[in-house]
């Protein structure tokens, strides 16, 4: 595993003493589980790894995985250090926490509790499962997971190994699946949930995140690769030659990373908006540069079209008019030959339309969209409370 994704001791030692204990814990208001930066770090600064990390999985179950890929706009936008400096790296604190805690085999068990003869299917092995799990074998609850891939983790398995080892979502959630409460059935899809009511399952959460990949409507996209399809099997594209990425979000980041760690001579992003509108993080976009991925903004792709055995794209220039819309700028088409991969990384969107239906629960990117993985935790957890609460008023 890499080392280089956790922060170096001094580096974490640092990042302790600039925390300064504030008494309002914005970070812990802005947290979306709950989580308090504010007292996790005054534990590590004590040398308390161990009381750090049960604050941290008392209330996040992915507390290592949310460490390492967390964005900026939590507990470090709210972190008021920055009006001293700069804002502490608290995701990246606690990931070393979480780390550390691994490697010194803390373990945090789960409580056992008596079964209240409820029992809950989810669909989908995500980070809104998890959260929903979480909450819910602690009051009683039986939990059976359907997951149609072979492995748990949802989208986080699409995360490029460089940002996210995949051993570290295994493990993570190996807690939760050694519970006697919980079951888990992979390889599995569930299609027609109404049908487990009617089997023994009291309620259904249905977090199967976003199945559908966003198009364009060009002529010549089936000659592209989705994300979801390269990033699952990288390797399976590996090339020396030139690799396009359509996009301009995390994911295209993630694909463009990935394209280029697997040996791409030259890997260009095509983003129709501009520099300053990608949605990446600054080490995102610090990455990007060391990794010498050209980015292509205002440009919109019109046409893919295979020659020979290279892909070339047709590209107009784009910009925004007076009202802020984005436009095409007239004549500035341009023909870019000689790629070997295209990749449409556009984001997602779910696959079906939500059903009103009774005791069947929506969460996680399915029910909101395109989400973090810790607001897809805060999600379930929600829904999962949202169960106790119906199936007790039902009583």
């Known amino acids: 595993?890499?080392?280089?994704?956790?922060?170096?001791?001094?580096?974490?030692?640092?990042?302790?003493?600039?925390?300064?204990?504030?008494?309002?814990?914005?970070?812990?208001?802005?947290?979306?589980?709950?989580?308090?930066?504010?007292?996790?770090?005054?534990?590590?600064?004590?040398?308390?790894?161990?009381?750090?990390?049960?604050?941290?999985?008392?209330q996040n179950p992915l507390g290592e995985t949310c460490g390492l890929i967390c964005p900026n706009k939590f507990c470090v936008r709210a972190c008021l250090r920055q009006y001293k400096d700069s804002p502490i790296r608290i995701p990246a604190v606690q990931a070393e926490i979480m780390r550390r805690a691994r490697l010194q085999k803390l373990f945090f068990p789960l409580p056992i509790v008596s079964?209240?003869?409820?029992?809950?299917?989810?669909?989908?092995?995500?980070?809104?499962?998890?959260?929903?799990?979480?909450?819910?074998?602690?009051?009683?609850?039986?939990v059976t997971i359907f997951e149609k891939e072979a492995s748990v983790g949802g989208a986080l398995n699409l995360i490029p190994q460089a940002r996210l080892p995949h051993e570290i979502i295994a493990y993570e959630w190996q807690k939760f699946l050694s519970h006697p409460a919980v079951s888990l059935q992979t390889k599995t899809e569930v299609t027609d949930?109404?049908?487990?009511?009617?089997?023994?399952?009291?309620?259904?959460?249905?977090?199967?995140?976003?199945?559908?990949?966003?198009?364009?409507?060009?002529?010549?996209?089936?000659?592209?690769?989705?994300?979801?399809?390269?990033?699952?099997?990288?390797?399976?594209?590996?090339?020396?030659?030139?690799?396009?990425?359509?996009?301009?979000?995390?994911?295209?980041?993630?694909?463009?990373?990935?394209?280029?760690?697997?040996?791409?001579?030259?890997?260009?992003m095509f983003v129709r908006r501009r520099l300053s509108d990608m949605r990446v993080t600054e080490q995102e976009r610090e990455s990007l540069l060391k990794n010498r991925v050209n980015i292509t903004a205002l440009t919109r792709i019109t046409k893919i079209e295979k020659q020979s055995d290279t892909l070339t794209l047709y590209t107009c220039k784009t910009q925004f008019n007076e009202e802020g819309r984005l436009i095409d700028v007239p004549h500035s088409e341009i023909v870019r030959k000689g790629f070997s991969h295209v990749i449409l990384a556009l984001g997602s969107t779910r696959d079906r339309e939500l059903v009103e239906i009774e005791r069947i629960f929506y969460a996680g990117d399915f029910a909101t969209g395109s989400s973090t993985a810790v607001e897809a935790i805060a999600s379930g957890k929600q829904v999962a409370d949202e169960i106790i609460q119906s199936l007790s008023d039902a009583r």
């Open 1 to 58: 595993m890499k080392d280089d994704i956790y922060l170096t001791a001094s580096q974490f030692d640092a990042e302790l003493e600039r925390c300064l204990n504030c008494p309002t814990k914005p970070c812990l208001k802005a947290c979306p589980v709950s989580c308090s930066p504010c007292d996790f770090i005054a534990h590590a600064k004590q040398k308390n790894i161990s009381e750090a990390a049960k604050i941290i999985a008392a």
């Open 115 to 142: 079964l209240n003869n409820k029992k809950i299917a989810i669909i989908g092995a995500g980070p809104a499962a998890l959260g929903a799990i979480s909450v819910l074998i602690r009051q009683g609850f039986s």
């Open 193 to 268: 949930w109404s049908v487990l009511l009617k089997q023994e399952f009291d309620a259904v959460i249905v977090t199967s995140g976003e199945q559908k990949s966003r198009t364009l409507g060009i002529e010549g996209e089936n000659l592209a690769l989705n994300y979801a399809q390269y990033l699952k099997n990288p390797q399976n594209f590996a090339t020396d030659k030139s690799v396009a990425v359509i996009g301009g979000g995390e994911v295209a980041a993630d694909c463009a990373l990935t394209a280029a760690t697997f040996g791409a001579k030259q890997v260009e």
